[in-house]
C-alpha cells in the first residue's frame, strides 16, 4: 500500500463522510492496525468522535476489526474498499442498463444503508415512491426483482457477527447466499399499515461489488474484441466468458478448457440476431484466436475444438495498451514506438533500437532516455568477455519490466485521482457561500410554488442571485461535473490495473 | 594504323562486350563494328586478351570472348608496388570497404606513405573514401565502382549518412493509409471472417508495388525496404502482423484494444510536474495552471 494510495483514500473518506473520519482512517492507514487508545492518542480526538468514526468505518465495510487479546480490539482500514467508493455512480448505472430503473433503486438504497433486510429496504423504497404515479413503482414488482438480483449474486447475505466462547468480542462470519422466500402478502399488508413492525426478518443483505467488477470486467474483454475484430466476435468472446462461468472460478487466470460444440450450440440459438456469426463459428473461433489479443487459446482437438479464457493474459494485454497510450502523450508517438519495441524484442541493444525504430540516432538516443528517465523502460549492464583486441566493452541491454511498469502507472493513477478529487474539494470550498445561497434560494422557491405563491413573489427572490453570481455558479457546475466525469475515468483505468495486480507475479 | 584509331576501337570493342555480359564472338564484334575489317580487329583483340581484358572460351566450337569482371591490371597498371598491395587489400574487402587502420596493419606500410598511396589511387578514380552510417567519423575505402554495403551506406534511409527520418515518417503513414482502406474488410464479413480476415492482410509486395505508384520515393525501394516500413506501423501499434503458409509477410491496420484511458484524459496524467506535484508545497492540484486550462 503506497503513499500515493493513502492520499486518495484520505480525500475519499474527507468528500463522503467529513474530516474526523478522514482524521482516523488516516491514521489507520499510515501505522496498519491499532486499538482505539492509540487511535485517540494519536490524534487527539476525543474517544467517542474516534468511536463513532470506527463505527461508520465498519458499517460500510471500510474497516474490519480482530482481537489482540480478550478486551482489546485492532483495527484495521480496507483501503480498497475506500476507493470502491467513488465506483458507485457505476453500478448504479450497470444496475440501470441491465436491470431498469427498479434495480438501480434497490442497488442505490443498499448502498446507502450499507447492510438491511429485505423487508426495510423494500418497504423504505415503496413507500417513497408510494405517491410518484409516473414510476409506477410497487413493493411486490420490487420484491421480485430484489430475489432477481440475489439470484444474479448482485447482493448477498452480510457476513453475521458471531461471539466465540469465552470471548467478548464478535467476529464476522461469512454466510452462503441463499434467496429469499418473502412473503407477498405479508410485504403487501405492510404498506396498508405503514409499517413493517409485524414481520419478522433477520437476515441481512450488502451489495456484492464482486458481481459487478466481473461485469466490468467481461464488458471490457468483450469490447476490446469488437475493435480488434467485429461486433460478431464480441458476442462469441461473451458466449465464452458465459460458458466459463459455468466451470471455472470467474477470476480463474485460464479458465478451464470449453468446448466448441456447446458454442455453436449457443451461437445457434443467437441465429436471428447473429447470423454470420451462427454461420461461421468455427471461423470466428478461429480468428478469435489468432487475432484476438491472446485473450482465447486453443488448447486441444476433443470435441472439435477446445479453448481457454485467459482472463490473466487479457488483464496484461490491457495494462500494456493502457501503459502504451501513457507514454504516447507523455512523450509523443516515437517513444511510444521505442517502447513498444523494446517490449516486443525483450532485451535489445541501443543500435539495435536506433535500427527498428527508424529514428534519428540522437533523437532516438534521447527519447530511450527519457523512457528511462520515468521509468517505463529500464537498462541492464552486460560485460563481455574481454575480446581479441582487448577492448572490453559493457554491453546495455534495454528492456521493459511490466510489472514494474504497471506499478509506475498505478501511482500514477492514484496521483492523479489524488488531485483531480483535491481540485474538486477546492472549487466547493472556495464557492461554498454562493452555493449554499443558491441552495436556500431553491429551497425558499420551492416552498413558495407548493404554497401557489404568485409568480411575482416568486421572480423577486430569484432575483436576489445576482447575474454575475449565476455565471460563476455555473462555471462551478460545469467545472466539478468534468472533475467527476475525469474521477470515473480514472477509475475505469484504476480496475485494469488492480485486475493484473491480482495475479501474482509471474517473469 | 596509327595509335589513336587504335583505342577508338578497342573502346568499340569493350563496349560491345559490355552489352553482351554473356560474351561475344568474332562475329558479333563485326556485326557490331562493320567498317572495320576482320584483319584490322585481330590485333587489337589480341592486344586486349593480352591486357586480360577478356576471357576467351569455346564454346560449341565458336570462340567466345567475355569481359573479365574487374580488371585489376588496368587500374595499377604503372603503379608502385605499394600501391599494388593496397590496391589488393582494398579489392579484397568488396563493397563493405575496408578501414586505413587495417589497411596500414596489413600492409606494414608508414602512415605518411600509405596515405600518400591512397590520395594517388583516390586521384586517379580507382578508389574512393565513404563514410560509414553508423560510425560518422570512421572512413571505409573501397574500389571506384562500387555501390557500397547497406551496412555502410545505410539503404534507402540515408542521404549522404544522414539519415532521411521525414522520408521515413512519409513512408510509415502511407504504408498506413493503404492497410487502413482495407481494414475493415474483416467486419462483418458476408463471406466469413477468413475470407474477411485475408481481405484485411496486406503482403509487403502489395505495399511496395503501392509505394513504388505513389511515385514518392526518388529511390528504388525493395520488399526488405517496405517491410522495414512495415514493421515501425507494428511497433506503432497501429498494425499487427502475419505470416502466410508460404512463408511472405501479411500485414492488417488495427485499434489499440481499449480508447484513451482515464489517465490520459486528465492533466495529471501527461503533466511533467506529476512526480513533485503536492498537496501543498510550490505545484499544488488547487493552484495548477493546467488544471485550470483544462477545466475552462
Ligand atoms: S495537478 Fe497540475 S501540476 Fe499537479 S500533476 Fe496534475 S496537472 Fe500536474
Known amino acids: 500500500m503506497s503513499h500515493q494510495m493513502g492520499r486518495v483514500v484520505s480525500a475519499i473518506l474527507e468528500r463522503h463522510f467529513g474530516e474526523i473520519v478522514q482524521k482516523v482512517g488516516d491514521d489507520l492507514f499510515s501505522y496498519g492496525s491499532r486499538p482505539i487508545s492509540m487511535i485517540v492518542r494519536n490524534t487527539g480526538l476525543p474517544r467517542n468522535q474516534v468511536i463513532d468514526s470506527l463505527r461508520t468505518l465498519l458499517k460500510f465495510d471500510l474497516a474490519t476489526f480482530e482481537p489482540y487479546n480478550d478486551v482489546i480490539v485492532d483495527y484495521k482500514l480496507l483501503p480498497d474498499n475506500v476507493l470502491l467508493l467513488i465506483r458507485y455512480p457505476r453500478y448504479l448505472l450497470q444496475m440501470k442498463s441491465k436491470y431498469g430503473s427498479e434495480a438501480e433503486l434497490l442497488v442505490e438504497e443498499l448502498l446507502q444503508q450499507a447492510t438491511c433486510t429485505a423487508t426495510t429496504l423494500l418497504f423504505n423504497i415503496a413507500t417513497k415512491f408510494k405517491d410518484d404515479k409516473e414510476k409506477s413503482i410497487t413493493i411486490l414488482g420490487l420484491k421480485d426483482m430484489f430475489i432477481s438480483l440475489v439470484t444474479a449474486g448482485y447482493i448477498q447475505q452480510a457476513p453475521v457477527a458471531e461471539l466465540k466462547e469465552g470471548s467478548e468480542i464478535p467476529t464476522l462470519v461469512p454466510v452462503a447466499t441463499i434467496v429469499p422466500d418473502l412473503d407477498s402478502r405479508a410485504l403487501v399488508q405492510a404498506m396498508n399499515n405503514g409499517h413493517i413492525n409485524d414481520i419478522k426478518d433477520n437476515i441481512y443483505w450488502r451489495v456484492n461489488y464482486d458481481r459487478f467488477h466481473l461485469d466490468f470486467r467481461d464488458e471490457i474483454m468483450i469490447k476490446a474484441i469488437t475493435r480488434r475484430i467485429d461486433e460478431n466476435a464480441g458476442e462469441l468472446m461473451r458466449f465464452l466468458l458465459e460458458k466459463m462461468y459455468l466451470t471455472s472460478a470467474p477470476w480463474a487466470p485460464e479458465s478451464s478448457p470449453l468446448c466448441a460444440v456447446e458454442l455453436r450450440e449457443r451461437c445457434r440459438s443467437a441465429a436471428t440476431d447473429k447470423p454470420l456469426l451462427h454461420q461461421f463459428v468455427d471461423q470466428y473461433l478461429k480468428v478469435l484466436e489468432e487475432n484476438g489479443g491472446g485473450f482465447v487459446r486453443r488448447v486441444g482437438d476433443a470435441g472439435s475444438g477446445q479453448f481457454t479464457v485467459r482472463s490473466r493474459h487479457a488483464a496484461l494485454q490491457l495494462v500494456l495498451c493502457a501503459l502504451e497510450h501513457c507514454v504516447t502523450e507523455r512523450l509523443g508517438s516515437k517513444a511510444a514506438r521505442i517502447f513498444r519495441l523494446i517490449y516486443t524484442k525483450k532485451y535489445i541493444e541501443e543500435d539495435d533500437i536506433q535500427k527498428n525504430a527508424m529514428l534519428v540516432n540522437k533523437e532516438c538516443k534521447q527519447l530511450t532516455y527519457k523512457l528511462m528517465e520515468e521509468h517505463f523502460i529500464s537498462v541492464q549492464p552486460m560485460r563481455k568477455p574481454a575480446s581479441a583486441g582487448g577492448m572490453a566493452k559493457a554491453i546495455y541491454l534495454y528492456h521493459v519490466k511490466l510489472h514494474s511498469v504497471a506499478y509506475t502507472g498505478l501511482e500514477m493513477c492514484y496521483r492523479s485521482l489524488h488531485n483531480v478529487l483535491r481540485r474538486a474539494a477546492h472549487e466547493r470550498s472556495a464557492h461554498a457561500r454562493l452555493v449554499d445561497k443558491q441552495r436556500r434560494v431553491r429551497t425558499i422557491v420551492h416552498g413558495m410554488r407548493l404554497r401557489g405563491e404568485t409568480q411575482r413573489n416568486i421572480d423577486d427572490v430569484e432575483e436576489t442571485l445576482t447575474p454575475p453570481e449565476l455565471a460563476v455558479l455555473q462555471g462551478v457546475e460545469k467545472r466539478l461535473k468534468q472533475l467527476s466525469t475525469a474521477e470515473l475515468e480514472l477509475d475505469r483505468n484504476l480496475f485494469i490495473f488492480k485486475w493484473y495486480f491480482m495475479y501474482p507475479y509471474v517473469e | ?296
Not at chain 2, 580507382?126 to 571505409?140: F, G, P, R, T
Not at chain 2, 522520408?167 to 466469413?192: E, M, T, Y
Not at chain 2, 505470416?243 to 492533466?267: F, M, N, T, W
Request: charged letters at 25%.
Open chain 2, 1 to 296: 594504323m596509327s595509335v589513336k584509331i587504335e583505342d577508338q576501337l578497342k573502346e568499340k570493342i569493350l563496349n560491345v562486350a559490355k552489352k553482351n555480359p554473356k560474351g561475344i564472338s568474332h562475329k558479333d564484334i563485326t556485326a557490331a563494328i562493320p567498317e572495320v575489317s576482320s584483319a584490322e580487329l585481330v590485333p587489337v583483340i589480341n592486344e586486349l586478351l593480352q591486357q586480360e581484358y577478356f576471357d576467351l572460351f569455346n564454346q560449341n566450337g565458336v570462340l567466345v570472348y567475355k569481359l573479365k569482371a574487374q580488371t585489376s591490371k588496368q587500374a595499377v597498371k604503372g603503379a608502385d608496388n605499394e600501391e599494388k598491395v593496397v590496391y589488393n587489400l582494398i579489392e579484397e574487402a568488396g563493397n563493405k570497404g575496408i578501414w586505413i587502420r587495417d589497411i596500414r596493419v596489413r600492409s606494414n606500410l608508414a602512415n605518411t606513405q600509405l596515405t600518400k598511396v591512397l590520395k594517388n589511387l583516390e586521384s586517379k578514380k580507382v578508389i574512393k573514401a565513404v563514410k560509414c552510417v553508423n560510425a560518422s567519423k570512421k572512413k571505409v575505402y573501397m574500389l571506384y565502382n562500387l555501390e557500397p554495403d547497406r551496412s555502410i551506406s545505410g539503404g534507402a534511409w540515408y542521404q549522404d549518412q544522414d539519415f532521411e527520418s521525414e522520408f521515413v515518417d512519409i513512408l510509415n503513414v502511407q504504408c498506413h493509409r493503404f492497410l487502413s482502406q482495407r481494414a475493415d474488410k474483416i467486419k462483418n464479413n458476408p463471406r466469413g471472417p477468413i475470407v474477411g480476415r485475408t481481405q484485411s492482410y496486406a503482403t509487403a509486395n502489395e505495399v511496395q508495388k503501392y509505394i513504388t505508384d505513389l511515385g514518392i520515393s526518388k529511390v528504388e525501394l525493395d520488399v526488405e525496404d517496405v517491410i522495414t516500413i512495415l514493421n515501425t506501423l507494428v511497433y506503432d501499434g497501429k498494425a499487427e502482423s502475419s505470416v502466410y503458409p508460404d512463408g511472405s509477410k501479411v500485414y492488417r491496420a488495427i485499434d489499440p484494444l481499449i480508447p484513451a484511458p482515464g489517465l490520459v484524459q486528465v492533466p495529471c496524467g501527461v503533466c511533467p510536474l506529476i512526480h513533485s506535484c503536492d498537496s501543498t508545497g510550490l505545484v499544488t492540484p488547487q493552484t495548477c495552471v493546467y488544471m485550470k486550462e483544462w477545466l475552462e
